[in-house]
């Protein structure tokens, strides 16, 4: 018995030292990132003995990428142009230019109409795949799953030019509208969506809902853990989204990944504002992460990824 | 509703519910299908999206794959003019039709298939590391006994949310001649290496770059498929005298298998897609060729180029073969039990 006991002990130290160093692995370019935006360029990038305390010059490398003429990172109040002159009232015409977003507004701006739009089509799309019957659902269901094998982003020749088509090139829904119906999410509902009884709705129907109340009043709410863990998935795709921004975005409307690569300059290459760019396009991701990381493990059940 | 305004007809009572009547009725047989109509009405946004930004453009793409990119056009094809909605078609691109030239021009084209090897070879080295240390670290936080698993679940996933350029930029960064890695490893006496400039230990430092990213979300992912599997099995396994590593192969790893056929399929389409980490790290001074991967040579031939119809022949033949190879995947995953 002692035996046994003692090859526990060592068991569990083995697995505590595996997980211990994969965080502290995995956390060493996390952190860095994080000291170097707050070093000077040639701080950091000296390599005799390399920093691993923060400095004090986060500000300055903020400002000097602010100052940036290619790229503006973060929005700014913008200049009102037209205005309603009332006498001694004045009105702002123009809304949109209360406030000039920059590559972070837009990534976060863009990310979320992405994520609450997909995340209706994908639940709507699995609730009729889940719990009704009509034809040509069996083909029509594993038409979609093969898309899963696409890599989507490739169709980026086609889709520039149905974009410019269609006059959408250097607007937010180009980036939005193809990947909004996402196989993936339709596969995670309709997987999860099987669960809720037939007994629940039958009976909902006897008390006068219409189909559409069932789906957003029962299925909606009973499928929340579910929403959540799509919805980290669906942020973190349209936030990683790099080809397809860059090649259909103009100077101004630039996401985060693009504008970053836009720092990577052909001359020299500005490691403390990157740095800076890094350090705070991680913090929505982390806070969203942060927000919904119980939800992102129990969501997606088993039932999600088996068959 | 209504507004609690006096004169509202809908606040009548009776109005209220013929409106609701008929709202119920219309829901219940909307396409005059009967009841399963509802079905195709929940489906009609995501069908329309689909056919629009899914079935056009691989259809364009096999077409405009037979042709030679000529140059720009705009000449009008066909214009509507109506009050309140105007539209105007465009021809956009002069063509002409080649043939299966651009299929056969790759054969002979060095540079794809350049991109190819690469593709593939960082495919092989990639997806199983990732996918067994995901597996590896899912297994161990799923044991009971370890403290703080949040923590380290949070904590491991984190590189989910660094930027895909930023990182790159921050691995370019750490694995210079002289950055943080090799001062690591020469202070501890190894030799150091050159991450960037050789051409097999740049596409390592890809291979390195992207496990660090995904393998937690990954992990994320087998761990929800572990808590899925039965305790019972494990009791049974343990009356059996199984030790731990059987348990682990006899239990765990057929029980996990859709899961882990989930991850490694979608493993295997992220890695064909690899687009910015190699496009980044090969600014590091590693000879071109090396690093380059067939997304990346694809859309240097679009946009770079110009050869549209070379670039979308190029495009179906990735499409084609990472289809196979997830149809395979699927098939020897699915069809080792039964």
Known sequence: ??????????????????????????????????????????????????????GDSFLANFESLQARQNVQFVGHPGEMTQYIDLGPFYFAYDFWHLWDMGAMESSIFVAVVYTALSLLLCSMAGFAFAKYEFRFKKPIFYAILATLILPIQLLV?????????????????????????????????????????????????????????????????????????????????????FLFPL?????????????????VGAQRVYYDQIMVAAALSVIPVFLLFLFLQKQFVSGILAGAVKE | MAAPTSNEPLSDPTVRDRA???RQALSRRLPGLGESGVGYVFLLPTFLLFTLFLGFPILYTFYLSFFRFEGVSDETLLWIDLPGFEFQLTRIAELEFVGLQNYTAMFTDTLFLQASFNTLFILLVQVPLMVGLALLFAVALNASFVKFRGVFRTVLALPVSANLVAYSTVFLLLMQESGLVNYLLTSVGLPAIPWLSSSFWSRMTIVGA?????????????????????QQLYEAAEIDGASRIEKFRYVTVPQLRPVLLFVFVTSTIGTFKLFSEPVIINS???????????????????????????????????????????????????????
């Open chain 1, 1 to 54: 018995m002692r035996e046994e006991t003692r090859r526990e002990a060592v068991w569990q130290f083995l697995t505590y030292a595996f997980v211990l160093l994969g965080a502290v692995v995995t956390m060493v370019p996390l952190y860095w990132i994080a000291v170097a935006s707050t070093l000077k360029e040639s701080e950091f990038l000296s390599s005799t003995s390399p920093r691993l305390l923060p």
């Open chain 1, 157 to 241: 020749i086609p889709l520039f030019l149905l974009m410019s088509q269609l006059g959408l090139t250097n607007n937010y829904w180009a980036i939005i509208l193809p990947w909004a119906a996402n196989p993936l999410g339709i596969f995670l509902m309709r997987q999860n969506m099987r669960s809720i009884p037939d007994a629940l709705l039958e009976s909902a129907r006897m008390d006068g809902a219409t189909e559409f109340q069932l789906y957003y009043k029962i299925a909606l709410p009973t499928m929340k853990s579910s929403l959540a863990a799509l919805a980290i998935i669906l942020f973190l795709f349209q936030w990683n989204l």
């Open chain 1, 247 to 263: 090649v259909i975005l103009d100077q101004g409307k630039y996401t985060i990944p693009v504008a970053i690569n836009q720092l």
């Open chain 2, 20 to 22: 609701r009547f008929f």
């Open chain 2, 210 to 230: 992207v496990t660090w990213r995904w393998t937690g979300y990954n992990m994320i992912i087998l761990l929800a498929g572990l808590q899925n599997i039965p």
């Open chain 2, 284 to 338: 590091g001074g590693a000879p071109l060729d090396s690093t380059i991967t067939i997304v990346q040579y694809i859309y240097q031939t679009a946009f770079i180029d110009f050869r549209l119809g070379y670039a979308s022949a190029l495009t179906y033949v990735l499409i084609f073969v990472v289809s196979l190879l997830s149809a395979a995947q699927l098939r020897i995953g699915g069809s080792a039990d039964a």
